[in-house]
């Protein structure tokens, strides 16, 4: 790297920005928490829990400790037991099926659709057809091992919804439950003809989980998250899980977990909220450079779809090319970085060995596994560090093109006889 790359590097994310921004919000939270010493609970976690419900157009938000508890609350509230399935797919961040194994039911994918790399409803519709049987109690039951499939869990991954009308028809059709993973999609919209109109991330199923962790659209300062749902007797629940399952102290109706949202993050993320808006904007703008300075390479660059009915919130910007590597270590020698989200399919993973996938059987999310690349996508991304990003990756791809045809030509010419 030479010392013009250096100073012209782009990071992968910026998280540095907005806090400087905001330091004087945040550090006036920072006081109030400790002048007050009201560091579990109390007005601050109320106060952000009501302004994020209304936010996404839900009734109820309960803050927790983090993504992963708020998925796994939900499960759990649901009765989501041992001897259940959850139908959800493989390339996410494996919080998604944590959740599911430890409320103690098992993962089962399907594939995602190749444009938006979102749950395919079509390959759920096929999967519940041919791969299920409806037993004489009319519970839904996978045909490989019987187990009872009882919810769908889609992830609105990369900060788009997934395509949300036709998953919730054949939820009703089948008499399962709609859990919103929600941790990559704060203020996505999703314009549902069912619910009647535009619709948040986090508005549309039972329920669903946000993630404030610090690289999140919304982000604390620390680990966080949140469950939003319109259901009371839910909302409750939830509340008692993430709470030792006590309602009064000391009182527990059910064995839960220490899984509360603390008072420091719940103002920090308070602060923030009220810039959600603007700085998806910024990234919707930053996607939309991206989209068009790619349109002419589409040849060499795949790019993930926007569906009509969807406004994402842009949480990552995702290619998928030839030689992904290549092209990373080619950005990489620039300065510029990047991420991939995610390398290995869930069902690939060691960690679910036991779930007795194979490459092969989920054939999109393998392709695109191998082929994905994350490029830097944050609000303050500057237009001058977008144009030298485009340009790197074009003249990397235009040149492996290029490379590719003189090895075909190699691979044409005619190898001299011997003689
Ligand atoms: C970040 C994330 C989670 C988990 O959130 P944590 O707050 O890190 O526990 C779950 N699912 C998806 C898709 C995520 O991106």
Redesign the pocket.
């Known amino acids: 790297m030479t010392i013009n790359d250096l100073k012209n590097s782009v990071p992968f994310l910026d998280l540095v920005t907005p806090h400087v921004e905001l330091e004087e919000q945040l550090l006036s939270v920072t006081k109030r928490v400790l002048t007050t010493a009201g560091f579990i609970g109390g007005p601050m976690v109320e106060g952000f829990e009501e302004e994020f419900a209304k936010y996404c157009g839900a009734r109820y938000c309960i803050g927790v400790n ?4 708020a ?1 796994r609350f939900i499960l759990i509230a649901l009765g989501i037991e041992p001897g259940d399935a959850v139908i959800t797919v493989s390339n ?2 494996i ?2 099926t944590e959740a599911i194994s430890q409320a103690g039911a098992q993962p089962v994918f399907v594939d995602v659709d190749e444009d938006t790399c979102n749950m395919d409803p079509q390959k759920l519709s096929g999967f519940l057809e041919s791969q299920c049987v409806i037993d004489s109690q009319g519970t839904v039951r996978t045909r490989s091992n019987g187990l009872r499939v009882k919810a769908i869990l889609p ?1 609105h ?1 990369y900060g788009q919804p997934a395509d949300m009308d036709p998953i919730l028809e054949l939820a009703e059709r089948y008499g399962l439950m709609v859990v919103e ?1 929600a ?2 999609a704060h203020g996505a919209m999703y314009l549902s003809k069912r619910l009647g109109g535009w619709r948040r991330a986090g508005s549309m199923g039972c329920a669903a ?1 946000f ?3 610090p690289g ?1 659209n919304l982000g604390a300062c620390g ?1 966080a ?1 949140a469950i939003t749902t319109n259901d009371e007797e839910l909302a409750r629940k939830m509340r008692m899980l993430r709470d030792h399952g006590q309602e009064k102290k000391y009182y527990h109706l059910v064995e839960g977990y220490n899984g509360r949202l603390d008072a420091m993050q719940a103002g920090f993320l308070s602060v923030k909220l009220p810039h959600l808006d603007e700085w998806n904007r910024q990234r919707r703008a930053a996607a939309k450079r991206y989209d068009e300075c790619f349109a002419a390479a589409t040849d060499r660059i795949g790019l993930v779809r926007e569906l009509l009915t969807a406004e994402s919130a842009c949480h990552l910007y995702v290619i998928s090319v030839a030689d992904r590597d290549g092209l990373r270590e080619h950005l990489a020698s620039m300065g510029i970085g990047t991420g991939i989200h995610y390398p290995v399919p869930l069902h690939l993973q060691e960690a679910y060995r036991n779930l007795g996938y194979r490459r092969g059987d989920l054939p999109v999310t393998e392709r695109l596994a191998d082929n994905i690349v994350s490029l830097p996508m944050f609000p303050q991304l500057q237009a001058e560090q977008q144009q030298r990003v485009v340009k790197a990756v074009l003249d990397f791809v235009s040149r492996s093109a290029s490379a590719g045809v003189e090895e075909m030509h190699d691979s044409l010419r005619p190898v001299a006889q011997a003689s």
């Open positions: 983090s993504g992963t508890d998925l996410t961040f919080a998604t992830v991954l993973d941790c990559q989980a993630s404030f962790y999140k680990e998250g």
